[in-house]
């Protein structure tokens, strides 16, 4: 794990975090905040920007809509099926669509972006099949060099239990795989969790967004909590983590696994730093790993890590 202090830029996110007192709310505060949701909710579209800079089109897969984006010049060389993340419970924001607009132009590749339906409404038993299928299309389109997976937080989870899908179906898998601040088990039951100082996430409220999102299934059904079921057979995959994160601990049984199966993993862990940080374009670690990100998700012939 890297013990590089954190930026001053991270400290003031922090201190943010704090005033705001994100990381307090209940179980019944995020019942709340989903029933708001659904009286207000609209389809997300992408920014204005986006589709000034980007092709954008939409399709829908056994009815999931999909938005693709883009380059504006030249021929796309493959794809990256990117799931947002947000609790299960939160459609994409800005910072996804720019992330993903990013990896289209800059990266030359079709950025492929399920809007799966959120808990309630939606569960994993649903909608972690349907995510497999979207990927599985893209293998088939583009072979399967020429296509990576990326997911956040609960995308992050979504991401690895679709490939655990693929993977029972006895397909072929995306090449590679890059999961930032992955929440892999919705218990939250890793007793490191306890004793981590989350600025940002309430773990009460996590794990009644994980119970809205296992439906009818235990919560611990790898479906839902992607840490409980195989890693064999993933593709090679980068793991971005750090450790003032509720979540953290997902990141390091997933690193224990990975070494204990000699898988193909590669982590890169920081020492106080929050849940997402990498995506988190104004931080200077954020910037520090992005030309590997980019690289990681958009070039075939990228160093894959080698085994644990």
């Known amino acids: 794990m890297s013990h590089k202090k954190p930026s001053w830029q991270h400290k003031a996110l922090v201190a ?14 995020k019942r709340e905040s989903v029933r708001r949701r659904d009286k207000k909710w609209t389809f997300p579209h992408p920014p204005k920007k986006v589709v000034e800079t980007c092709q954008v089109n939409r399709t829908s897969v056994e009815g999931v809509p999909v938005w693709t984006l883009s380059p504006l010049s ?9 799931v947002h993340g947000g609790g299960y419970t939160t459609e994409l924001l800005a910072p996804h669509w720019s992330f993903y607009a990013s990896l289209a132009r800059e990266g030359g590749t079709e950025v492929v972006i399920p809007i799966y339906p959120l808990a309630p409404g939606g569960t994993a038993e649903a909608v972690v099949p349907t995510v497999a299928d979207i990927i599985t299309e893209q ?7 020429n296509v990576a997976l990326v997911g956040d ?17 006895d397909a072929t898998v995306p090449s590679r795989m890059v999961l930032i601040s992955p929440w892999l088990d919705v218990t939250i039951s890793d007793p490191r969790s306890a004793s981590i100082v989350d600025p940002f996430g309430s773990a009460e409220g996590l794990r009644e967004s994980g119970r809205m999102w296992s439906g009818d299934l235990d919560p611990n059904d790898s479906r839902v909590s992607p840490i ?15 450790s003032a994160d509720v979540l953290f601990p997902d990141s390091l049984r997933l690193r224990e696994r990975a070494a204990a199966e000699h898988e193909r993993f590669s982590f890169d862990l920081r020492e106080g730093l929050v849940h997402g940080w990498a995506g988190f374009t104004f931080l200077p670690e954020a910037r520090e790993v992005a030309p ?4 990681q998700l958009t070039d075939p012939d990228v160093e894959l890590p080698s085994a644990l």
């Open 16 to 29: 943010v975090f704090r005033l705001m007192r994100i990381n307090k709310g209940t179980a019944a505060d």
């Open 74 to 82: 030249g021929e796309p060389h493959g794809a990256v099926v990117a």
């Open 139 to 145: 293998v088939d389109r583009w072979e399967q060099p």
């Open 153 to 169: 937080s609960a995308g992050a989870g979504l991401a690895m239990a679709a490939v655990q899908e693929i993977v029972r179906r």
């Open 228 to 242: 409980n079921g195989p890693i064999r057979g993933l593709p090679p995959t980068w793991v971005y983590a750090g």
């Open 292 to 295: 590997a990100i980019m690289d």
